[in-house]
């Protein structure tokens, strides 16, 4: 595909992204996707694509479902070996060619999976759980007493000397 510098656009059902959908809080929807071949003036094979659609995950606050704009833009290099890898021009992410052809799907994972949030959370008006509580909660734990510290004694006889 890389010699003919073919590109296509598709669909992908995020049913069948299964480890992506263990990130999310439902699997109804479509990805877009738009792959472009080609073959730079290295020799080195690419595939540039663009990703994108609407993902629902789990707010890390209040643990309901939000929305989630999936928008992610990427360049792959071709490798070989991953010794290879480190020969890759910057502005290309390695990918590790096994055998003569590239399964696609597992690594058009690996890039949703790197354009998801690590902990996703709704903008504070949207949010349902009371920040407000959580303010105050957390400026009490800070108004409490601390401890002594246990090596102030060592500091105290190191001074001595």
């Given at each position: 595909?890389?010699?003919?510098?073919?590109?296509?656009?598709?669909?992908?059902?995020?049913?069948?992204?299964?480890?992506?959908?263990?990130?999310?809080?439902?699997?109804?929807?479509?990805?877009?996707?738009?792959?472009?071949?080609?073959?730079?003036?290295?020799?080195?094979?690419?595939?540039?694509?663009?990703?994108?659609?609407?993902?629902?995950?789990?707010?890390?606050?209040?643990?309901?479902?939000?929305?989630?704009?999936?928008?992610?833009?990427?360049?792959?290099?071709?490798?070989?070996?991953?010794?290879?890898?480190?020969?890759?021009?910057?502005?290309?992410?390695?990918?590790?060619?096994?055998?003569?052809?590239?399964?696609?799907?597992?690594?058009?994972?690996?890039?949703?999976?790197?354009?998801?949030?690590?902990?996703p959370y709704h903008k504070a008006g949207d949010c349902k759980l009371d920040l407000s509580q959580v303010h105050v909660e957390e400026t009490a734990s800070k108004a409490a007493p601390s401890k002594e510290n246990p090596f102030s004694v060592l500091?105290?006889?190191?001074?001595?000397?």
């Amino acid at each position: 595909m890389a010699k003919a510098a073919s590109e296509f656009q598709t669909s992908l059902s995020l049913a069948d992204l299964t480890r992506v959908a263990e990130l999310l809080t439902h699997t109804q929807g479509v990805l877009t996707l738009q792959l472009s071949f080609a073959i730079d003036p290295q020799g080195i094979r690419t595939i540039s694509g663009h990703i994108q659609g609407e993902v629902e995950v789990l707010c890390q606050r209040c643990l309901q479902p939000m929305p989630w704009t999936l928008d992610s833009e990427f360049t792959w290099g071709i490798v070989h070996q991953d010794a290879d890898a480190a020969n890759l021009p910057r502005a290309y992410e390695p990918v590790v060619l096994e055998g003569e052809e590239l399964e696609l799907l597992p690594v058009l994972e690996d890039e949703v999976i790197l354009s998801l949030p690590q902990a996703p959370y709704h903008k504070a008006g949207d949010c349902k759980l009371d920040l407000s509580q959580v303010h105050v909660e957390e400026t009490a734990s800070k108004a409490a007493p601390s401890k002594e510290n246990p090596f102030s004694v060592l500091k105290k006889l190191k001074q001595k000397h």
